[in-house]
């Protein structure tokens, strides 16, 4: 049994190792620190940490000053907020000037701990994609998102880290090194090639377990950074078995597969199918419930990929 560790408890122990270590970065709240646990920071290391209130907008206006005066600051908010409700601030006063600001969007996807659907994006990675200059992280586990925090800090530049509310597996070991702009192989396979994100990719590997259970082999690779993509990487990977399947926590249009389908649709044209959300809202409900209802589970990603296997053949 895989541990189980929450990918934003993580985020705020690694925002307080920074303080330690970065004495120009800052954590701004946007008064939700007892959820993505901006709080550890404001506890332990008060002089780093700013509540902003539930007024993003100016949020995002008080980061871009923050970050022409040479400090680095960390937006901490639901996804849903940081990218929909001060967008126009991020994209005039941010990417156009490609300010070094990183922005955490916590309660991701479709679980979010019942907090209603409005408090629900499953667009994020297409908008956060979209803008220019930006950097779009979405890690699997604790073990990786600790690495991208560092590595999107010591980064120049606008970033997006896409963070889960709930404990999920670890799969990486001490071992696994994070790096922006790679994928990463997780199983070997010869049948299909599937691409997952985030923690999606976790349930991607129960997948190929049952695949494998059928006599299916699949190649799994984790594709952490959305942008910039890994060119090389995914055609690697799409020429393995010449038949590719996308998973995600996101709406099918505009995230991972749109991306994939972006690259091999210039550099690679295969079979591909493109599994997530299907361009609908989310509800609010139990974790099993809604992974149900919106076909993400493990079996779902298993029936996709058997469907494009039987088109193909």
């Known amino acids: 049994m895989a541990k189980l560790i929450e990918m934003r408890v993580t985020w705020g122990e690694t925002m307080l190792e920074l303080t330690k270590t970065h004495p120009n970065v800052i954590v701004l709240d946007g ?14 290391a008060p002089d ?35 990218a929909n409700r001060d967008l126009d601030q991020l994209r005039v006063t941010v990417t156009q000037p490609k300010l070094n600001v990183k922005l955490a969007g ?33 890690p699997a586990d604790s073990v990786e998102c600790r690495q991208a925090v ?28 994070f790096a922006i702009g790679s994928v990463v192989p997780v199983r070997e396979g010869k049948d299909l090639t599937i691409f997952g994100t985030g923690v999606q990719t976790t349930r ?13 082999s699949a190649h799994l690779v984790h594709v952490p950074t959305l942008k910039p993509i890994a060119v090389e990487g ?14 995600e926590d996101h709406n099918i249009i505009g995230g991972l597969g749109g991306a994939v389908a ?23 409900g139990p974790n099993d419930a809604m992974l149900e209802k919106y076909g993400l589970t493990p079996k779902h990603i298993a ?5 494009l296997l039987n088109k193909a053949r």
């Open 31 to 44: 008064d939700l620190g007892n959820s993505t646990m901006a709080q550890i920071v404001a506890y332990n």
């Open 48 to 82: 780093f940490y700013m509540n902003m209130g539930i007024a993003e907008q100016n949020m995002m206006g008080v980061a871009a000053g923050m970050a022409s005066a040479g400090l680095i600051p960390w937006l901490s908010s639901f996804a849903c907020f940081l």
């Open 106 to 138: 916590h309660y991701s996807g479709i679980l979010t701990g019942k907090t209603g659907k409005t408090h629900i994006d499953v667009g994020d990675i297409a908008i956060m994609r979209a803008l220019p200059h930006m950097t779009v992280v979405a």
């Open 150 to 177: 560092l590595a999107l800090t010591d980064m120049p530049g606008p970033a997006y880290l896409r963070i889960t509310r709930d404990a999920t597996p670890v799969i990486f070991g001490e071992d696994y090194r």
């Open 204 to 216: 991607a590997m129960e997948a190929c377990d049952l695949l494998a259970s059928e006599g299916i």
């Open 303 to 307: 029936a996709a990929a058997k469907a």
């Open 262 to 284: 972006e690259v091999l649709g210039q550099h690679h044209p295969v079979r591909m199918k493109i599994h997530g959300l299907q361009d609908c809202y989310g509800e609010s």
């Open 234 to 247: 995914l055609v690697a990977a799409a020429r393995k078995s010449g038949r590719v399947l996308t998973t």
